[in-house]
């Protein structure tokens, strides 16, 4: 049997986008996160974290650094009852400076490489899954891999609304945050 997922992003969307962030004490989780991973879960949904982190290829971060950071949100989500069930994220970026990392690569968004690997790794239903996040990219990537998205307004809201005017993609809904948008899918889980 097939699971379903809700794909969220993670910088302007679980947590504050405050630029390039190495360290687990750079994090600033919105209070409401908890809840809608909460909700998410209860409700049967796989959660996972689906985030470009070009910092890496930047020679900003290290993965490890990233990997840690993640394993430090894993346990403070799950301190409080909200499960994260893994977290896919892009270390590539075609203009870094560690030569290791500078490539184009199918996993950063607005392609929807992370979200395909998910799928294939923990056995997800795309057409029953969700993208949520608060940039066109988010959602050109949940298009692309047939799941619905909703785009929520935590992250740069104004610069997102002239993206999306721009955009041929537009979002299934639009929420004001994270838990708006977890509660979104369950009443559609409704129809």
């Known amino acids: 049997m097939l699971n379903k ?4 992003d993670r910088d302007g969307t679980l947590i504050e986008d ?27 949904f796989k959660v996972i974290v689906i985030t470009n982190q070009s910092s890496i290829a930047r020679g900003i971060c290290t993965e490890y650094q990233v990997q840690k950071l993640h394993n430090k949100m894993e346990e403070l ?37 992370m979200i395909l690997k998910a799928a294939k790794d923990l056995n997800i239903d795309l057409s029953e899954s969700f993208m949520i996040g608060d940039n066109i990219k988010d959602v050109i990537a949940g298009c692309k891999a047939d799941c619905k998205t909703i785009l929520v307004k935590t992250g740069n809201w104004s610069k ?17 945050n994270v838990l708006k948008a977890s509660i979104k899918v369950i009443e559609l889980l409704k129809y």
Do not use: M
Request: net charge positive.
């Open 160 to 176: 997102t609304k002239k993206d999306l005017k721009l955009s041929k993609i537009k979002p299934d809904f639009i929420s004001d």
């Open 77 to 113: 989500f799950r301190s409080k009852r909200a499960i994260i069930d893994a977290f896919y994220y892009c270390p590539f970026y075609e203009h870094g400076v560690i030569e290791k990392y500078k490539k184009r690569d199918e996993c950063r968004k607005p392609l929807p490489g």
């Open 18 to 44: 405050r630029g390039y962030i190495c360290d687990f004490s750079q994090v600033k989780i919105f209070p409401f996160s908890f809840e809608a991973v909460k909700v998410i879960n209860e409700n049967g």
């Open 5 to 8: 997922a809700v794909f969220i």
